[in-house]
């Protein structure tokens, strides 16, 4: 990967000033802290493509205005005694590398680039939360390379970005932004934003007190001692996360979405909760949401990280599967409705509910949509016949997405979108469930999901642990 040479671009905004981090940011920050040189994990790797014709003034000039418009984009952030805070930049400036690619590789080059780029953690106390580069075809600019720190945006904000570096690169003038992160801090910290985030803790406090403490029994809890080298518990194949891609499982979510009206991600999280329910012997699932917490034009153009942690809960000991559906989606409204919070405060109600369960209380199953469309749009076509349904599940493919030495959940599951496919993702602790049944939990998900929408029972097809 050749660089010609190293660019540079800068910025100028309209305030310097610091603020107490968001409350999105605070919960990102807790992770990055915890992973430490593994926090590249929450980078956010993106690539653009740029139109014909552009030169590299004019693109260096856009990814400028790009900065100079959020200031999400030109903030430090670092640990102080009066806690977390964010340091916003008026001006400045940052380094772009340019890369040259042959006729025809730009795309696969700056797909390298960007992967490159977000292999590095950020330092966050000296470096911007973002890094570019261009990718030149004989010397004019085709794809530009992008990578973000998750603390500074989060996948929402990533989309609002690229669509505003689209419009800058063709010499449009998009609408500024009229709401910013130091607007946010101060909007949680007095009024409806303080308020709204006392009545999330107190949910949270009574939910913690009514709920199991934990989904995998104490016992079953791993041991950091004498597993550094095991295949099955220790070194880099101690977390394993696998993929599956399931048109039947898209095809049977629609159906029973549509007999049950909801959307298609409630479907997936109650076939989440039933799985896990099931499978620890729990008749109540627990699990952590990932909400995106924009609930009005104003948060929904905000270029911040904004997501926090949904705690959420529901009795899957239920006759149907069609009735935890729509349990689920009481339930998930009740939790996405306190998902907006001071987490170092929710930090201390879960401190304390683990002292009232003796230490047993543990978080760590979640459940992640991540789909930006709720319906799939180009569904195999099929007559909606058992026969043709049961036919898709053998085009289902699972494969190995990637392992890691640490990672801070037990269970987590989450789908992607294409438009003709479920894509399902199951990462878990494989001293809690054994590689082997990480496939195993992902086709029953998918079994499960046929059954139900062929009309048969369905949750008696769930596999319980060790059996």
């Known amino acids: 990967m050749e660089q010609r040479r190293v ?8 305030r310097t000033e610091s603020a107490p981090m968001t409350w999105g940011q605070r919960a990102i920050w807790k992770s990055i802290q915890w992973l430490d040189e593994g926090a590249h994990y929450y980078n956010i790797p993106r690539v653009v493509s740029a139109p014909p014709g552009l030169t590299v ?15 999400a984009l030109r903030t430090r952030f670092e640990q102080t005694v009066q806690g977390p805070v964010q340091n916003v930049s008026a001006a400045g400036e940052l380094t772009v590398p340019v890369h040259e690619a042959p006729p025809g590789q730009g ?12 292999a590095e953690p950020f330092r966050h106390r000296e470096e911007w939360p973002f890094r570019c580069a261009l990718v030149l075809e004989q010397g004019e600019p085709v ?44 909007f949680e910290t007095e009024g409806p934003g303080a308020a709204r985030g006392t009545a999330s803790v107190e949910y949270w406090r009574r939910t913690l007190a009514s709920v199991p403490p934990a989904m995998f029994p104490p016992a079953q ?29 898209a095809v049977a979510a629609s159906t029973l979405a549509d007999r049950c009206g909801v959307s298609t991600g409630t479907v997936l999280l109650a076939g989440t909760a039933a799985l896990l329910g099931t499978y620890t012997g729990n008749s109540t699932a627990v699990l952590q949401l990932i909400a995106v917490n924009r609930h ?8 911040a990280a904004m997501t926090a942690n949904a705690l959420f809960s529901l009795d899957v000991a239920r006759p149907t599967f069609e009735e935890v559906i729509r349990a689920t989606f009481l339930a998930g409204m009740n939790a996405y409705r306190f998902a907006q919070y001071d987490p170092l405060v929710v930090d201390g109600v879960i401190d304390a509910a683990r002292e009232a369960s003796g230490g047993v209380l543990r978080l760590s199953s979640f459940f992640n949509d991540v789909r930006l469309n709720d319906r799939w749009e180009q569904l195999p076509a099929t007559d909606g016949s058992e026969q043709q349904l049961r036919a898709l599940t053998e085009k289902t493919e699972v494969s ?9 959940a037990d269970f987590f599951l989450h789908t992607t979108y294409e438009p003709d496919t479920c894509l399902l993702y199951l990462m878990a602790d494989t001293a809690l469930i054994p590689r082997p ?23 008696d097809t769930l596999p319980v642990a060790g059996s």
């Open 7 to 14: 660019g540079s671009l800068r910025f100028q905004g309209d």
């Open 57 to 71: 003034a004019r693109a260096e000039a856009a990814l400028g205005r790009l900065l100079s418009r959020h200031e």
């Open 107 to 118: 795309a696969a080059l700056a797909d390298e680039v960007s992967r490159a780029l977000a």
């Open 143 to 186: 794809q530009v390379a992008l990578v973000f720190s998750h603390l500074g945006v989060d996948f929402w904000g990533v989309q609002q970005v690229e669509q505003d570096l689209r419009d800058l690169l063709a010499g449009q003038d998009p609408e500024p932004p009229a709401w910013q992160p130091l607007d946010q801090a101060r």
């Open 221 to 249: 809890l791993p041991s950091t001692e004498g597993t550094e080298g095991s295949e099955e518990t220790g070194g880099a194949e101690r977390f394993v996360r696998l993929r599956m891609n399931s048109p039947a499982a």
């Open 296 to 303: 009005d034009e104003r948060s929904r153009r905000l270029v």
């Open 400 to 408: 190995l997405i990637g392992s890691w030495e640490r990672q801070d």
């Open 437 to 459: 049944e990480i496939e195993r939990l992902l086709r029953a998900f998918e079994r499960l999901l046929v059954e139900a929408a062929v009309g048969r029972p369905a949750l």
